[in-house]
């Protein structure tokens, strides 16, 4: 393993914590340890109860049961763990700029450069660092110069290997990557890096391109798959007008090969720490190019997004004889995906929003999501006041009980359980006309209308 002995890993999040767990679960000789400076989410990595585990992710709960405590270690000993490793991961969160130049748009990098000047600060050995955290193309050469700049005189390389993972099925990613993407100058670093992932994935898999294209890569790659999920969702409001169905248009184009079957399920937008957030990047990136076309070619997607959670709302208030004032509307889910407790970005924040601006009540079921990340949620938009954010909106940990007197149902995640429902049990305790608005298609329709529903379905 090119001596590679031990790992640290800088940020135990969604990406952190997962990959960390199943890098050390296939190499069980290499001491992998996963350290942040939020105290409160070590501890819960290092929970004997895995309900409690920061993340929600299938499977997880297993690989953390083999590897901890054996190789496996999660810590808030940030210094000591860079001290230690051959080979440094950084995965810290890289949100949007909330301030400044790029506000709104550019990713801000304050964490990446912390975490690189941390390493200079500290490192008394060689070591590889690897770029984990989506970045901006040229990131590499801010955290080589921090690094040879502020360093004791140690050698340092600098490898991009960004995460392809999809949050609810990470682990299966992790598993069986469609690639293993390794970016980097130092053909000694590459392949230290390379045989880690050689533990389990097969080297064909496994792609070595220069720096710049590994970095630029984790964006298009995002960049194209939100832009599929757009197109669709422009077409299912096409459809709603024209009387074709959406699923079937689905079908029917990604049945040419060249097309593919997969991203093409019309939904009430996306969601998700990263699409946004990495589009976003992609334009301002462009932008600082004065690559104009480009920049607008690709706000495109986000705009025909955020048309697509405003127009799910709006067409439960129109449907709702134009006033929902007053009126409780039950939320199925609040996750932006099913199989995850992650909220960010979620379209229901925007949906419930928008419905709150038109007085309606709320009640939010999700089998993951708490109701204190709701309300973080919401009062982070800061429309109107926590207080009434709290009056307005209540969580409840039953779908039964959400249903309870409602006078309509909005689905916003595609939680499988929800096809289960006793659905005759809920038309029974609610206000009729019973609506149901699914923005994932992933109810019956025939069955929910001879049960007396009215339901109407995203691009039907
Ligand atoms: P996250 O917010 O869940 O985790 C990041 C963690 O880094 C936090 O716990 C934070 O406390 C910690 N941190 C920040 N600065 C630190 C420092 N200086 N020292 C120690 N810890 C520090 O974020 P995430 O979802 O895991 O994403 C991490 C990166 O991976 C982002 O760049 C993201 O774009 C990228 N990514 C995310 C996904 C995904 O599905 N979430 C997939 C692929 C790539
Ligand atoms: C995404 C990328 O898929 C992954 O490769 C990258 O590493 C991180 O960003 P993630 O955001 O976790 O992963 O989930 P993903 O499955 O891509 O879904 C993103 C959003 O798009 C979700 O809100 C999902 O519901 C929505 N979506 C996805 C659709 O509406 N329709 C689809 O056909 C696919």
Redesign the pocket.
């Known amino acids: 393993h090119k001596g590679i002995r031990k790992i640290a890993c ?7 914590g997962p990959t960390m767990s199943v890098i050390a679960q296939k190499n069980p000789h290499i001491q992998v340890t996963v ?4 105290a409160g ?1 070590i501890d819960a990595w290092n929970d004997e109860n895995f309900d409690n585990l920061p993340v929600y992710e299938p499977g997880l709960d297993a690989v953390i049961a083999e590897a901890r405590g054996r190789n496996l270690f999660f810590s808030t000993h ?1 210094e000591k763990a860079i001290m230690e490793a051959d080979m440094i991961f950084i ?4 949100p949007t700029k909330t301030y400044g130049k790029g506000k709104g748009q550019a990713a801000d990098l304050k ?1 990446i450069e ?2 690189a000047r ?1 390493i200079a600060e500290v490192a008394t050995s060689p070591k590889i660092i690897v770029e ?4 901006p193309v040229r990131t590499a050469a801010t955290i080589k110069s921090i690094l040879d700049h502020t360093g004791k005189g140690v050698p340092f390389q600098v490898l991009s290997n ?6 609810g099925t990470a682990i299966q990613d992790l598993y069986k990557p469609d690639r293993i993407l390794i970016g980097g100058e130092d053909p000694d670093a590459i392949a230290a890096l390379r045989s880690i992932y050689e533990a389990w994935v097969p080297s064909d898999r496994i792609i070595a391109t220069n720096l710049w294209s590994s970095e630029l890569s984790k964006l298009v790659a995002n960049a194209f798959l939100a832009q599929r999920v757009s197109s669709i969702n422009s077409i299912s409001e096409l459809c709603e007008v024209t009387g074709a169905n959406v699923d079937e248009v689905a079908q029917a184009i990604g049945r040419d090969s060249r097309i593919g079957p997969k991203f093409l399920k019309a939904s009430v937008g996306f969601g ?3 699409f946004q ?2 589009l976003l990047n992609l334009v301002y990136i462009a932008r600082s190019y004065n690559l104009n076309q480009v920049a607008d070619y690709w706000e495109q997607v986000i705009k025909i997004n955020d048309h697509q959670k405003i127009r799910f709302a709006e067409k439960i208030i129109q449907t709702m004889y134009n006033t929902v004032n007053g009126k409780k509307i039950a939320f199925m889910g609040w996750a932006f995906k099913k199989d995850t407790n992650d909220t960010r970005e979620s379209a229901a924040i925007y949906v419930a929003d928008h419905l709150l601006e038109e007085r309606a009540k709320i009640e939010v079921f999700d089998p993951k999501v708490q109701e204190n990340q709701i309300y973080n949620d919401l009062n982070a938009l800061a429309t109107r006041s926590k207080e009434e954010n709290q009056k307005l909106l209540k969580a409840v940990s039953s779908p039964y009980q959400a249903c309870e007197g409602a006078h309509a149902i909005a689905l916003l995640t595609e939680w499988d359980e929800f096809i289960e429902y006793d659905w005759q049990r809920i038309k029974n305790n609610m206000r009729k006309p019973a609506f149901v608005f699914d923005g994932r298609k992933i109810l019956d329709r025939k069955k929910l209308e001879d049960l007396g529903f009215i339901y109407y379905a995203i691009g039907e």
């Open positions: 800088i940020g135990a999040g969604y990406v952190g350290v942040d400076l939020n989410r940030v995965s810290v969160n890289t964490f912390l975490c941390q984990k955290s989506t970045i960004p995460e392809f993972l999809a949050e998700g720490s990263c957030k990495d």
